[in-house]
């Protein structure tokens, strides 16, 4: 199966954007995220290690929590050689990680094949070179299925503001970093225009529910 995997391309990534990327399954099995024109089955990320969880007992496994900055994502790691492989590495870490992207119980995870420890600027490394590259998702974006995805996320954050009063709409477009300000404000209008959401005062929005 990994080897199947090998032959695609590990495409460079902010967590962000794999977050953003819809799974696509057959006959409940997981293929790949589709995410605007790309099938992405493998990824190649960078961030920070901000959490690791080690199994006690016979089963062996790791998790990981890896943080880019533009998001948050599990790098599960289960059996016994692959468990002893990768426990060195350590929470506060910054790492690379190239991996099979999977999804199961709607969680979209990483299962790494390579974890090799960086020097904390390559965060700023990749972040540039993937905002030179002008990717799918940075630029305004078409794709309807994509433009679905963002805008129930969008509202996701409205709604889960909603104990605060709501929230403003430059505070979304910094959560969405990987996504074009343009694509968010069109999409925050037509929610507006549809009445899902108001404005109690410019900038600030409230679900209407």
């Known amino acids: 199966m990994t080897d199947q995997y090998k032959r695609n391309i590990a495409y460079k990534l902010r967590i962000g954007n794999i977050l ?13 995220l589709e995410l605007g024109s790309k099938k992405i089955s493998r990824t190649n990320v960078i961030g920070n290690i901000v959490d690791k969880y080690e199994s006690e007992g016979d089963k062996k496994y790791l998790f990981f929590t890896l943080d880019d900055g533009s998001g948050q994502i599990k790098l ?15 929470q506060g870490e910054t790492v690379a990680v190239i991996g099979v992207v999977r999804n199961w ?6 299962q790494p094949e390579i974890i090799s420890a960086k020097d904390p600027k390559y965060l700023l490394v990749r972040k540039l070179e993937l905002e030179k590259q002008k990717s ?16 129930d996320k969008i509202l996701g954050k409205i709604k889960e503001a909603e104990s605060d009063g709501g929230i403003d709409s430059e ?8 996504v074009s300000t343009d694509t968010i404000n069109e999409e925050i209008k ?18 209407l529910g």
């Open 136 to 151: 799918d998702t940075s630029k305004p974006v078409t794709d309807k299925k994509v433009v679905q995805a963002i805008k």
């Open 76 to 90: 599960k790691v289960f059996g016994e050689e692959d468990s002893e492989k990768f426990k060195g590495i350590t």
């Open 105 to 110: 119980n709607n969680e979209t995870y990483i």
């Open 20 to 32: 953003l990327g819809k799974p696509i399954f057959d006959n409940d099995k997981f293929i790949y």
């Open 190 to 207: 037509k929610l507006l225009e549809e009445g899902i959401i108001f404005e109690p005062r410019p900038g600030r929005l409230r679900y």
């Open 171 to 178: 505070k979304i477009i910094l959560e969405f970093r990987e």
